[in-house]
């Protein structure tokens, strides 16, 4: 089955007319009515997509849905590809899931300091607080993290942050 399978399924859905059809064949309610007001091309089009793309299937005098072909679609269709280093902890730029292991927890913090300040930059507290919550739910969780790990210094009085050297 090829990887476009999917393709036909939602352009055949797209068009109103063939949707109308589709869903009184789902709903095992007349077609008649819904084909007879279309033009003899129309009908044949409208026909013609639907079992092109494997959603209906003669039955005797009428038609039968195909549900396997959503089943079959979806297993066709190309799997996404799984996020790597860092990003697999990050979902649309923000973090998910702090690591367990030392190693990703340190990977992951290095990526959040790269984020959010650049080198020789000075920033307040809230100036950190604000760039944090772009990136994780727990600002201060993780400011304290990145003080800890030695990658952002805290100014004695706690009111300026730079980036570790």
Not at 43 to 48: A, F, G, K, P, S
Not at 108 to 125: A, Q, S
């Amino acid at each position: 089955m090829s990887t476009n399978t999917w393709r036909a399924v939602i352009s055949a859905l797209a068009d109103d007319r063939a949707r109308d059809v589709y869903a009184r064949i789902v709903l095992a309610q007349p077609v008649g009515e819904a084909l007879d007001a279309l033009s003899p091309g129309k009908r044949r089009r409208v026909l013609d997509t639907l079992l092109s793309a494997g959603l209906i299937s003669p039955d005797g005098a009428g038609w039968r849905t195909e549900p396997e072909v959503f089943r079959d679609a979806l297993r066709s269709a190309p799997a996404a590809p799984r996020a790597a280093g860092v990003d697999r902890f990050f979902v649309d730029g923000r973090l998910t899931v702090y690591p367990s292991r030392a190693a990703d927890r340190d990977a992951v913090l290095l990526h959040i300091v790269g984020r959010m300040t650049e080198p020789g930059e000075i920033l307040t507290e809230r100036a950190v607080n604000d760039r944090l919550a772009a990136i994780v739910d727990d600002v201060a969780a993780m400011r304290r993290y990145l003080v800890d790990a030695g990658l952002l210094e805290r100014s004695r009085d706690g009111g300026a942050y730079s980036r570790a050297r």
